[in-house]
């Protein structure tokens, strides 16, 4: 097989998630997004077309940046109501063996303490299947719901991110050592209280004392998804990331952002290419061209203007209500999503696009480009955008299960002839279904391995590295 391309299904815990107006479809099942048998009818599903992963987003806050008000994403279930993606995971795994499991969680939403213990607990369920897609907020409600007046700036999320992350890979990787986990049952001990320390951590925004609760999981560190193209937001992606998601309307504005991204992990001393970037896009598809236009003209149909507008105003920052339908959109740098006001404007010059364009645009399936034709069209035009850099696609829906039907049925099986796709999974981790084996954990030189090697070159446990927040604000972790 030639490089295999590799595939995600985008969805979200809510009845709506990027195509405002389409769960009155009567394909749509998303009304039932409350019932466990649809997300497991979904997983059974995206295995049986050999998808790496099903990735869940998630908001913490409301939709209130249009008009000033929260009414219009209320009324058309703009990601409202929206339902925490992590409890849908163990039922998902227990019914598929191979499926990936990205679930975006905001290093606003939890303690670090805390989350560390869920990844562990479900790559544990999900023998490790598990992904996180590290995100920073963008929503100023998001910020209102955990005691700030808003959100921190922008640059300084990534900064919390940071050190967020520093917790997290203190208790993944180096409070449990390995060997730690004895499970004698002749001589009754579980564990050797000796490999087992405490992570003392004491930063900037956070302080955590001990061990980690969970012993550990297949995965350790879970495999490491962002979002995000801002400079900070590639910046932090090329130190921590391993899958990128990367969004922009063409292959050439998405090639800027990973070559630019592959660059800055070159230059942390990370190998560009242990990097996959998953490209935005949204497919339609059907036997002929024609009937693939007339079910694009059908849902389109159906979108909800204010429901799309909503949900642009929330991710940009930008309230959309307040200019004409065709002034065209200036770049305006906000809090929110800088990477979507950047991608509509600077990154391609040649084409402006004006408030009425971008509510059509994002209606169907959100903010990235919708791909219409036969599955023969699609696999080329996924093959153009595979020469500007992308590694895979993370594929919006236009409805639910009828977009991810279309796309086993029709598209995977023209991929799996071209040798684009694989026929059967990896066995293993995540991790090396993606990577390959022996990429069960983060190897050297990413910041998670570096924690754990940490434990091998000291007489008696986890001691700081240079540079690291304890350096300036704590004396007491080395042991
Ligand atoms: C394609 C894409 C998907 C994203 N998904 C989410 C999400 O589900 N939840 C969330 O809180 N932020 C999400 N974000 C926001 C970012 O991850 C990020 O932390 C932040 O908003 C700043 O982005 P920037 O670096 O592009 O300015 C997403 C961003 C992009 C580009």
Redesign the pocket.
């Known amino acids: 097989m030639s490089k295999r391309i590799y595939f995600n299904a985008?969805h979200?815990n809510c009845v709506v998630h990027q195509s405002p107006g389409l769960w009155v479809h009567p394909d749509d099942q998303m009304h039932k997004y409350t019932d466990l048998g649809t997300w497991v009818e979904l997983a059974k599903l995206l295995e049986r077309g050999k998808f790496d992963a099903l990735f869940?987003?998630?908001?913490?806050?409301v939709y209130d940046v249009y008009r000033g008000n929260r009414e219009a994403a209320v009324t058309q279930a703009s990601q409202i109501p929206v339902n925490d993606p992590a409890f849908l995971i163990p039922a998902m795994a227990y019914a598929t063996e191979h499926l990936g499991f990205a679930f975006?969680s905001?290093v606003?939403q939890h303690h670090p303490f805390t989350f560390a213990r869920m990844i562990s607990t479900l790559d544990h369920l999900t023998k490790g299947r598990i992904a996180w897609?590290?995100?920073?907020?963008?929503?100023e409600s998001?910020g209102r719901n955990f005691g700030q007046p808003g959100l921190a700036q922008?640059d300084d999320?990534?900064d919390i991110?940071d050190e967020y992350l520093e917790v997290c890979y203190k208790l993944w990787e180096a409070s449990w050592q390995d060997g730690a986990v004895i499970k004698d049952r002749q001589r009754g001990i579980y564990a050797d209280p000796a490999k087992v320390k405490d992570i003392d951590h004491e930063g900037r925004y956070f302080k955590v004392h001990g061990c980690h609760l969970a012993e550990p999981s297949p995965q350790r560190t879970p495999v490491l998804y962002?979002?995000?193209?801002?400079?900070?937001?590639?910046q932090?992606a090329a130190q921590h990331a391993e899958c990128v998601?990367?969004?922009g309307s063409n292959p050439q504005v998405v090639g800027q952002y990973i070559q630019d991204t592959r660059e800055k992990a070159r230059q942390q001393g990370r190998n560009p290419e242990d990097i996959i970037f998953l490209a935005?896009v949204k497919v339609i598809t059907g036997d002929t061209e024609a009937a693939a236009h007339r079910k694009y003209d059908e849902f389109f149909e159906q979108i909800s203007y204010d429901g799309g507008l909503a949900l642009l105003s929330g991710?940009t920052g930008i309230d959309f209500g307040q200019f004409e339908p065709d002034q065209p959109l200036e770049y305006i740098e906000t809090n929110?999503?800088?990477?979507?006001v950047?991608g509509f404007t600077e990154a391609d010059p040649s084409r402006k696009w004006t408030m009425r364009d971008l509510a059509k645009y994002v209606g169907i399936g959100?903010?990235?480009p919708v791909l219409v034709g036969t599955p023969e069209q699609l696999a080329d035009t996924f093959q153009e955008w595979i020469a500007a850099g992308v590694d895979g696609f993370?594929i919006a829906y236009a409805i639910t299960p009828g977009t991810f039907v279309d796309f086993v049925d029709g598209v995977v099986p023209v991929l799996q002839r071209r040798g684009l796709m694989q026929r059967d999974y990896q066995e293993g981790t995540l991790r090396e279904k993606l990577f390959g084996k022996g990429h069960a954990r983060l190897r050297d030189p990413h910041p998670a391995a570096q924690y754990r090697r940490l434990w091998a070159d000291t007489a008696n446990g986890y001691a700081p590295t240079p540079g690291e927040h304890q350096e300036e604000n704590s004396s007491s972790i080395a042991k």
């Open positions: 985008f979200m869940l987003a998630d908001v913490v806050g975006t905001s606003l897609n590290i995100v920073t907020s963008y929503l998001a922008h999320r990534y991110a962002q979002a995000g193209a801002s400079p900070r937001g590639r932090f998601f990367v969004l935005y991710w929110a999503i800088r990477t979507i950047h959100g903010a990235g993370n």
